[in-house]
Nanobody, 126 residues
Framework: VQLQASGGGLVQPGGSLRLSCAAS????????VAWFRQAPGKEREFVAA???????YYADSVKGRFTISRDNAKNTVYLQMNNLKPEDTAVYYC?????????????????????WGQGTQVTVSS
């Protein structure tokens, strides 16, 4: 299983970006998927997660601004990011796992995900 994260870039505060996490080598519909991010000098933190059956959970810091969704036909999970703030600047990583425990519950713990994408840089600056 390979995960390809894309869609990052430079955006002004208040702007929007849509990140994509495309999976190859598997049927992505039976994977729980999450986004994490890591800013320079900081620990990796949870952003959003979606279970097999589209149970969703967000970090408080992005709730109301970010939306996670999945298109199983395209083997892709998206993270729509609106009203971006400078503190959203980080490398964003998607992660996935086929553990059935992720079927019903959106898991927020990084260690529960086996497969990771390479990361995509998001910079929010004027």
């Amino acid at each position: 299983v390979q995960l390809q994260a894309s869609g990052g870039g430079l955006v002004q505060p208040g702007g929007s970006l849509r990140l994509s996490c495309a999976a190859s080598g598997t049927d992505f519909s039976t994977y729980g998927v999450a986004w994490f991010r890591q800013a320079p000098g900081k620990e990796r933190e949870f952003v959003a997660a979606i279970s097999w059956i589209n149970r969703i959970y967000y970090a408080d810091s992005v709730k109301g601004r970010f939306t996670i969704s999945r298109d199983n036909a395209k083997n892709t999970v998206y993270l729509q990011m609106n009203n971006l703030k400078p503190e959203d600047t980080a490398v964003y990583y998607c992660a996935a796992d086929s553990d059935p425990a992720l079927a019903l519950v959106a898991i927020t713990t990084a260690s529960r995900y086996y497969y990771w994408g390479q990361g995509t840089q998001v910079t929010v600056s004027s």
